[in-house]
């Protein structure tokens, strides 16, 4: 388990290595700064002072070595926009972040795993007909659309919740909702075709002829060797979930970490759109590499090749 553990953990490191290196070229890719961060007025003289004094006249290959220094030591710079550390300012929004993903993951557990047991057990069933349609909307639909038309109706029609904004549980239940609802309908739809696939299996034939009970041949067999898929999908939602939710958090103006990427864009604060993106990545990185030890430990077999 040791030299597993090992082998994941050298992998994650060369995946943020990598992804150190694609998002600082797109970031340098998009255009210069003082575009932006100067008033249109600015002179030739003053456009060249602000590209001096931030590195940008520099080699690419220097600038990215300034980088990769700093990310080993935990500086990504200076915010051009807010003059504070960039990876500070992430890491400020990263408990808002945090708690929106962990209010939608908890839906998505308690939603979408027990729909798609019941599914599986009477894939001719209503409920089944419900799980299938619930899915097909939820993967097809897109976020944004989800989240409007739940303000429309809970928050404008009805006034039953805010609609933007962070503050008391309230404040959580519509955007944890949008940002939980195509998770739970990937979740859902996979489970139901995990247990379905095992339920075909002979040695579960072979249970009920030996005259175990419905319930524990469902949960005490198939669901139990159904989990390696559901745990992985878990936690991808998972690792995506706390990697931030630009579009929900955009539509709830919520003050998360995703949010921070838009307005970071959108003002070419480099830093600031480079310490977002890799912490996002170490987060889901981490997540992944855990749930990897996790399954390994649910199935001793994963750990050899």
Known sequence: MAAFILRRIAGAIWVLAGVSIVVFIIVHLTGDPA??????????AEIAAFRHE??????????????????????????????????GLALE????????????FVLVALVA????????????????????????VGQSA????????????????????????IGDFSHLVLPALTLGFFSTAKVMRLTRAALL??????YLRTARAKGLGPLRVLVGH????????????LGIELGTLLSGAIITETVF???????????????????????VVLLAATIFTLVNVFVDVLYAALDPRVRYE
């Open 35 to 44: 575009a932006v961060m100067l008033p249109p007025e600015s002179t030739p």
């Open 142 to 165: 897109p976020t944004y659309w989800i989240g409007l038309m739940l303000i429309l109706v809970f928050g404008v029609r009805l006034g039953w919740l805010p609609v933007s904004g």
């Open 93 to 104: 929004r990263l408990p808002a972040t945090a708690e929106l993903a962990l209010a939608a």
């Open 113 to 136: 795993i027990p729909a798609g047991v019941v599914s599986a057990a009477r894939p001719r069933g209503v409920i089944s007909a419900v799980v299938r349609l619930v899915a097909l």
């Open 222 to 233: 198939a669901l139990r060797n159904a989990w390696i898929p559901i745990v992985t999908q």
């Open 197 to 202: 696939d095992v339920l075909a299996s002979d």
């Open 253 to 275: 103006a919520w003050p998360g970490i995703g949010r921070l990427a838009v307005q970071a864009v959108y003002d070419r604060d480099v830093p600031v759109v480079e310490a």
């Open 54 to 87: 931030e590195g940008f006249d520099r080699p690419l290959i220097v600038q990215f070595g300034t980088f990769a220094l700093g990310a080993l030591h935990g500086d990504l710079g200076q915010s051009l926009r807010h003059d504070e550390p960039a990876l």
